[in-house]
């Protein structure tokens, strides 16, 4: 079965720097997401993605987060100065039509804010 | 605005018992429902979903129910087997948004050999 992949697994950083989390969504699928899980906390959304630009976000995707499609087949997501509670699981998600269906979601992006 | 509750305590059951979970959801009325498997440390698997006008939806041993007027989806696993250990996810949409999912905390099941 496809798979939505993440690079990388694992990422640590220091407070303040950039950080870039790959992602490569199912190839058919035209909608795009990020969400996170804070360690023993829910699943938040953070963003979704169509036609190349950002279709709803929430409150916690400020200005420090950004995404990009920058070819046919990667979906990244950019935090520009990261903050202690940044700290997190990052899964990319991708769906055909983003209209009441399945999330397919890859296994996620485990970033360590120092 | 809209919350979702799962039961929080982890469920322990013997293999061949039939695992039930609960997600009550307050304050809107969403048009679907999803439930999710997450294993440590993966993103979460989908399983089912199931629509407003929907009282049940079964996929193999996974029956859901979701009752509108008691804002509540119940989640079956019968036969259980200890591969169904796993933490188990209620996701809905955001009202009047459908793309944006809200999330359960999750509950986790253990099943005993």
């Known amino acids: 079965e496809p798979e939505v992949t993440q690079t990388p697994s694992h990422q640590v950083t220091q407070m303040g720097q950039e950080v870039i989390l790959r992602c490569v969504p199912i190839s058919n699928h035209l909608y795009f997401y990020w969400y996170r899980q804070i360690l023993g906390q829910k699943v938040e959304f953070l963003v979704s993605?169509?036609?190349?630009?950002?279709?709803?976000k929430s409150e916690i995707f400020d200005d420090q987060f950004s995404v990009e499609r920058p070819d046919g087949s990667n979906f990244t997501l950019k935090i520009r100065s990261t903050k202690l509670e940044d700290s997190a699981m990052y899964f990319c998600a991708s769906s055909v039509t983003g209209l009441n269906e399945k999330l397919f979601f890859g296994s996620g992006t485990q970033l360590s804010v120092l | 605005s809209q919350k979702i509750e799962q039961n929080s305590e982890a469920l322990n059951i013997q293999e061949g018992k039939t695992a039930t979970l609960t997600c009550n959801y307050t304050?809107?009325?969403?048009?679907?429902l999803q439930w999710y498997r997450q294993d440590p440390g993966r993103g979460p698997v989908f399983l089912l979903l199931i629509r407003e006008n929907e009282k049940e939806k079964r996929k193999e041993r996974l029956k859901v129910t979701f009752d509108t007027t008691l804002k509540q989806s119940l989640f079956h696993i019968t036969a259980s087997q200890p591969a169904d250990s796993a933490t188990y996810l209620c996701?809905?949409?955001?009202?009047?948004?459908?793309?944006?999912?809200?999330w359960g905390l999750g509950t986790s099941l253990a099943v005993n050999p």
């Open positions: 304050n809107y009325s969403p048009a679907y």
């Open positions: 993605f169509y036609n190349n630009e950002i279709s709803e």
């Open positions: 996701a809905l949409p955001y009202a009047g948004n459908n793309r944006k999912l809200i």
